[in-house]
């Protein structure tokens, strides 16, 4: 172990004889924390990974095999794909929530179903103290933080990597010499892929200025053509594309990403002020929720009243922001959750979006509640519903307060407008 290590390794086994739950990704910090929690403090470690929509089988397998040689009691496996739209994403789609009107909240959404699902983990194994890997530097430490502090309070949270302070070859050194054999080498680009989006960071959004170079999406540009799709939605949800239906939605935002992704549409790079207030940029693509949130706004823009979408704005930016911070067991998501759900009650029908490199445009769309309807008159030609007399006083009494606002204004300070 570094001198520096040692220098800050708790002397005393703190864990000895007690159980404590670390969530496990099988990279480098939590392949740290297993050994330093069991070997350095001697808890009895039982990892557990959560799926989001980022691993295939094979990879949950082989993060299971790397857990248990590297010590863990217990190593569980939760597939909560389904969950995780259930609880977060079904409500981004239905607020249409873009943070800084660019970002679909890729990776902080599901940080924050893998908490909960750790602290569950928490209370079924009867633990004495819970764990993760991250830093001191970025949100995650945050959402889980608070999340574990919700849900199973007075667990005493360890983040090792966090609290020793730890740099990436301290870690690599204590590892091998603890006799590990993986992967030490860094990627260049550091990934993170779920259902709602990856994530890429590199050198090149450690800066103000840059992009990524093509080859670091994960994601590489096969397609040059261009086709349409039409996605149907049902009550908000997306449920089918083309003439294919889906059973749950998760499968159709799959599906779309399958056809959209090799265009490299939904790529972009988001600039954005962490929970603990600094600023950040980060890659991202995105193909199936840009066209998703996109195809379901621009149908509610034809089946909602003015003012429902108003309101929708204003809460979905709140929405957002409460999300990233981790702030999902606040009272008030379930109060706004119930008003996006309420909106959607006739947010049905199809909408059709031209996929070409790079963007996606949408075409238009056919609903049997679109409020776009000739019954009533056509924008900027006739109307069947009122007379231009009824204009005229609408007009008038429409905008009489401010009339009497000049009108008192003028009397007073003998002033014309």
């Known amino acids: 172990m ?44 039982h990892s557990i990974i959560v799926n989001t929509g980022g691993f295939t089988k094979e990879e949950l397998e082989g993060i299971k095999e790397h857990a248990y040689r590297l010590g863990v009691k217990s190593h569980t496996t939760v597939d909560a794909v389904k969950i995780y739209y259930e609880r977060i994403i079904k409500f981004l789609v239905f607020g249409n929530v873009l943070k800084n009107n660019t970002y679909p909240l890729s990776v902080s959404a599901e940080r924050l179903i893998q908490a909960l699902h750790i602290a569950d983990h928490v209370k079924e194994l009867n633990a004495d103290a819970v764990a993760h ?39 690599i050194e204590y590892l091998k010499e603890k006799g590990v054999e993986m992967n030490f ?20 959004t450690l800066n103000s200025r840059g992009t990524l170079p093509e080859d670091a999406w994960p994601t590489q540009v096969t397609k040059s053509d261009t086709e349409e799709v039409k996605l149907h939605f049902q009550k908000g949800e997306l449920k089918g ?16 990403q399958s056809l959209a992704g090799p265009y490299g549409i939904g790529r972009d790079i988001h600039v954005g002020d962490t929970i603990i207030g600094i600023k950040g940029r980060v890659g991202f693509e995105a193909a199936a929720p840009m066209i998703i949130i996109k195809a379901h706004h621009a149908l509610e823009k034809h089946v909602l009243t003015k003012w429902q979408l108003a309101y929708k704005d204003q809460l979905s930016q709140f929405y957002g922001t409460w999300l990233h911070e981790g702030q999902i067991l606040d009272p008030v998501m379930r109060d706004i959750e119930a008003f996006f759900s309420s909106t959607q009650q006739q947010v049905t029908g199809d909408v059709y979006v031209q996929l070409n490199p790079y963007r996606f445009s949408v075409n238009g769309i056919e609903s049997p509640y679109d409020l776009m309807s000739k019954k009533f008159g056509s924008y900027g030609e006739m109307n069947t519903g009122w007379s231009g007399e009824d204009v005229r006083g609408f007009s008038k009494i429409f905008g009489n307060q401010t009339s009497i606002y000049f009108g008192v204004k003028d009397e007073v300070e003998g002033k014309s407008i």
């Open 2 to 45: 570094t001198e520096a290590l040692q220098n800050q390794t708790v002397n005393a086994r703190i864990g000895e004889g007690r159980k404590i739950i670390l969530g496990f990704s099988g990279g480098l910090d939590t392949s740290f924390c297993v050994k330093y929690l069991h070997d350095d403090l001697g808890f009895e470690v």
């Open 241 to 256: 594309v083309n003439d294919k239906e889906f059973p749950h939605p998760v499968e159709a935002i799959q599906y779309l």
């Open 133 to 171: 890997g991250s830093t001191g530097a970025g949100n995650d430490q945050v959402r889980f933080d608070m999340v574990f502090h919700n849900v199973i309070p007075g667990i005493p949270i360890l983040t090792p990597i966090r609290d020793l302070r730890l740099s990436r070859e301290q870690e």
């Open 185 to 204: 080498e860094k990627a260049a680009y550091s990934i993170n892929k779920g259902l709602w989006g990856t994530s890429v960071g590199g050198r090149e």
